[in-house]
């Protein structure tokens, strides 16, 4: 069965000495591996299989193995490449549909919200903590892990700081706050919070918070990944383990 579609390379793997299984987020058909076979870079046509290129790919499916006879490059996201920093949460934000996306599904909206990531990232549109929260908030939400952000889940309180029970999803106003581990959410974070889970997709990015409180939307959409997820992310421990001992070392030099 031959096919076409577009995707994002989200995973590569070399296979022997010419031929490599890339994982591909397909708009229609979710998470697919497909072998990209020597003869194609032979060609000249291997860009479009590597890793974090977003491609039309004409795919043929025998059994269940999926093979891509042609990839043409729509957006190579190139100048992520160049970055360090940048290019580390790329590979992240891969990790996060490699987690959450479906297989063999319709990836509509993991698709828009990655590609978007990846373009503001890429042209500085956002801040990178921003565009971190929201891939960890949304993808896990697309994937069915909604938390419950509207009021306090005991008294119905909607306004004001609410303190977060990641595990459950659910938000406690101050008097209701049940003893354990909660995350404070300020009015600043708690609106962030709400516009990513509740706000129409095209929107998805339009919100503002100063540098404080992105870090802690940041930390709390982390946390909610791994916590849902169960999974662990390579990509997300190096980003800590490259920038967080930066910014320590930066810390110590100012002293
Ligand atoms: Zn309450």
Redesign the pocket.
Known sequence: MRFTTDGLIIKEQQVGENDRLVTVLCRDKGIIKAFASGAMRLKGKNTGTSLLSYSSLSLYKSRDTYKINEATVIDLFFSLRSDIEKLTLAQYFCELCLCFAPEEDNAEDFLRVVLNSLSFLEKDKRPMLLIKAVMEMKMGALAGYMPDLEA?S??G?MDGAMFFEPTHGVI??E??QPPGQLLFLSEGVLAALRHIIYSPLGQLFQFHLPEEGLRVLSEVTEIYVKTHSGYHFKTLEFYHSLFDDQSVETGEEQK
């Open positions: 306090c005991k008294s309180k406690y106003c008097s209701c």
